[in-house]
Nanobody, 118 residues
Framework: VQLQASGGGLVQAGGSLRLSCTAS????????MAWFRQAPGKEREFVAT????????NYADSVKGRFTISRDNARNTVYLRMISLQPEDTAVYYC????????????WGQGTQVTVSS
């Protein structure tokens, strides 16, 4: 199984980015997908999740209204659209996959760096 994240970069405060994560080696449409992030010196934290069919999403309070998670099962890809980015959003962003019926995320991507300058 491989999850390949991309789309990170350097952006000014108030800017936007779209992250992508393409999966291979698993039944993508049978997996719930999520984004997590880890800032320097901090614990990894949950950002957003989307169920296998794309009908249910959940967000961390800190990103509600600014981030949107979506997926394209035909492309085995999950996205994270981020707007109104702030310096506190600076982190390495990871995608993760959780098979239906499992409580844990079994597979993780390598991470993509997002840096927001003030």
């Amino acid at each position: 199984v491989q999850l390949q994240a991309s789309g990170g970069g350097l952006v000014q405060a108030g800017g936007s980015l779209r992250l992508s994560c393409t999966a291979s080696g698993l039944s993508f449409s049978r997996n719930h997908m999520a984004w997590f992030r880890q800032a320097p010196g901090k614990e990894r934290e949950f950002v957003a999740t989307i169920d296998w069919g794309g009908g249910t999403t959940n967000y961390a309070d800190s990103v509600k209204g600014r981030f949107t998670i979506s997926r394209d099962n035909a492309r085995n890809t999950v996205y994270l659209r981020m707007i109104s980015l702030q310096p506190e959003d600076t982190a390495v962003y990871y995608c993760a996959a959780r098979p239906g019926g499992w409580a844990e995320y079994l597979w993780w991507g390598q991470g993509t760096q997002v840096t927001v300058s003030s």
